[in-house]
């Protein structure tokens, strides 16, 4: 499935100009899929909303005794290696892994919707490749040749075709290592808590496309779909029995100068949200985190994007690889005609709130609200020629610079795109998932949701009030251009925190 390469550095602008624009590739592990259906015209009579009479109870906060699912989250706390994963402006999340004996180090985006792996190999001579880490067959004791072509039916080669670019890569196999994050950053550690994972295939690229791929921070891709896509890293976790419970749990940061994480065989609950339910949902095919999504709703107002579909389901794979939510056009259109995001966010306290709305694994109907500011992408925004962007480049706080201060604007786009993918699938991105914690449940089939709580929503009321006045003093003391950007920054994470109150989680019990 996709990996969006939206972001809101100088660089990559180009890429908001197209919800649709980005890298995606098609894997190996979506081969069985073949888009059998068209986009059908929307009905002009009016939908009955069958759901709306439903018995109904709020999922974000149990007040019950036991909240549901708090005692499996509690047994499933703390998992056998934590990773980092760092946070690249909202767009993508990378972490740390290493390949071969002795150790090569690799960065890559951790992708639940792709079944293949692949890192920059040495046979790539190019500037794009050599900028990054490249593995050297030679160099790894462990390293195994894939079959020749003829003994196994398919070529050692392949290339992977994404939105804005091309790799080309070879096979191989090698032991992939993950190492703890806290416990042994690096792999340095003598006694570090690590992961192993004997005979991981990969792809080694021969050939990349200097555009994108130069500008990424990491070197590549590593897959994590269901167990079934033969190529996964969880296909191979699970044959070298390597997790007690085949899961792994997936925190996004809200904040780009913090880090997500990734919890293999657990669950990290200090990124839950306090009272919030644990609710699982279960895949629809083997080889995709594929969800039954049943509506997107508007201030509580279903859409019915999914009425016209086979059972009334819109097949929703949930993916951290990707940046935005998307689905087909004429969906995506229905919504977006509700959702008109300004840029310059001046009507951003005004729009509504979404929910994405799920059939949870025993029928019960989950809704799942965003705020506006949650499925918002912000940034602020250099105005050409409007002053000397060097003049903050000597942070000249004690000094008296003659040079103008460049305005800076605020840009807003939204969370929310059109991608017109085989199956007609929406595709759960980063969007949704750095509101909610998600759970890949491969021993059982199960995708599961929390709500997530971020660092800034931890700090009660009256400290982030005295924290918000201390920041405006010393901004009054910087030049005119930082005081802007830090008050900007602290009266955004406050906004956040308020609008977050009204958002709650809601179940319906479905036939």
Request: proline fraction near 6%.
């Amino acid at each position: 499935m996709p990996l969006e390469l939206l972001s809101h550095l100088p660089l990559l602008t180009d890429f908001l100009s197209h919800a649709g624009a980005g890298m995606h590739h098609h894997d190996v592990a979506d081969d069985h899929l073949t888009d059998a259906t068209s986009d059908s015209a929307v009905s002009a009579e009016p939908h009955v909303d069958a759901q709306q009479d439903m018995p109904h109870q709020d999922g974000s906060v149990d007040h019950s005794a036991t909240v549901r699912g708090e005692n499996e989250l509690q047994a499933l706390d703390g998992g056998a290696v934590r990773v980092d994963l760092l946070n690249n402006n909202n767009s993508q999340y990378y972490g740390d892994f290493t390949l071969g004996e002795p150790k090569q180090r690799f960065t890559a985006v951790f992708d639940t919707g792709s079944g293949i792996t692949w890192v920059p190999g040495s046979r790539c001579q190019t500037a794009t490749c050599s900028e990054h880490h490249r593995f050297a067959t030679g160099s790894s004791a462990s390293y195994q040749e894939p079959a020749a072509e003829g003994d196994s039916g398919k070529s050692p080669e392949g290339s992977i075709h994404y939105g804005t670019g091309e790799v080309k890569y070879q096979d191989g196999a090698d032991t992939l290592t993950f190492c703890d994050s806290h416990s042994d950053p690096g792999c340095h550690g003598l006694k570090g808590k690590r992961l192993t994972v004997p005979k991981q295939p990969f792809g080694m690229s021969t050939a990349q496309t200097d555009y994108p791929f130069r500008i990424l921070p990491f070197d590549g891709i590593l897959g994590l779909s269901p167990s079934a896509s033969s190529g996964s890293v969880m296909h191979w976790l699970k044959e070298a029995k390597a997790l007690d419970r085949n899961l792994f749990g997936v925190y996004l940061s809200e904040d780009a100068h913090r880090s997500g994480s990734i919890d293999f065989g657990g669950v990290e609950r200090a990124h839950m949200a306090p009272q919030s339910p644990l609710t699982w949902h279960k895949i629809q095919g083997d080889r995709e985190w594929s969800l039954a999504m049943k509506d997107i709703l508007v201030d509580g107002k279903p859409l019915h994007l999914c009425d016209d579909r086979p059972g009334g389901v819109c097949p929703a794979v949930v993916d951290t690889g990707s940046s935005l939510i998307t689905g087909p056009t004429g969906e995506v259109e229905q919504l977006l005609s509700k959702v008109r995001t300004k840029e310059d966010c001046a009507n951003l306290t005004t729009l509504p709130t979404i929910s994405l709305r799920f059939a949870d694994k025993d029928g019960v109907l989950t809704d799942y609200p965003l705020t506006p500011q949650e499925y918002t992408l912000r940034n602020l925004d250099e105005v050409p020629q409007t002053g000397n962007a060097e003049y903050l480049k000597e942070f000249p706080v004690l000094g008296a610079g003659t040079d103008k201060v460049p305005e800076v604007r605020p840009r807003c786009d939204p969370g929310l795109g059109v991608m017109d993918v085989p199956g007609r699938k929406w595709v759960i991105g980063d969007t949704f998932l750095r509101r909610y914690y998600s759970i890949y449940d491969d021993d059982r089939g199960l995708v599961g949701f929390v709500r997530s709580i971020h660092p800034d929503e931890a700090a009660p009321a009256e400290t982030a009030s005295k924290l918000d006045s201390g920041l405006g003093a010393k901004a009054a003391a910087m030049p005119a251009g930082l005081g802007f950007l830090l008050n900007s920054c602290w009266a955004d994470r406050r906004g956040r925190q308020a609008d977050r109150r009204a958002s709650t989680p809601r179940h319906w019990r479905g036939d």
